[in-house]
């Protein structure tokens, strides 16, 4: 069975920066492209960013040149760095794992998902 656990969520002022964190077990984590999705209160679950088997990285526009997607496969693990965050990135932040071939943005291809963490940005 394989199990997402996020962490490093938090509260934190706008233009200030976090580091969530996504362990993973019970799959060869580097056979998995890995991605980051949000949830903001009333609204769908939408696509961050995900990383392929090969380490190459896509952003949605809104983050680009603020957050970084990285992974250590050592580690079992999957980052995201969000750096200069606003309100507008408030949000419960889920990672997500997808066993196909190749990437995609859409929420109904991951295969597996953490619980989510809690990101909130005040202004």
């Known amino acids: 069975q394989v199990q997402l656990v996020e962490s490093g969520g938090g509260l934190v002022q706008a233009g200030d920066s976090l580091r969530l964190s996504c362990a993973v077990s019970g799959r060869t984590f580097s056979t998995l492209n890995m991605g980051w999705f949000r949830q903001a209160p009333g609204k769908d679950r939408d696509f961050v960013a995900y990383i392929t088997r090969s380490t190459r990285p896509y952003y949605v526009d809104s983050v680009k040149g603020r957050f970084t997607i990285s992974r250590d496969n050592t580690k079992n693990t999957v980052y995201l760095q969000m750096n200069s965050l606003k309100p507008e990135d408030t949000a419960v932040y889920y990672c997500?794992?997808?066993?196909?071939?190749?990437?995609?943005?859409?929420?109904?291809?991951?295969?597996?998902w953490g619980q989510g963490t809690q990101v909130t940005v005040s202004s």
């Open positions: 997500a794992a997808d066993s196909a071939t190749n990437p995609t943005t859409l929420s109904r291809a991951y295969d597996y």
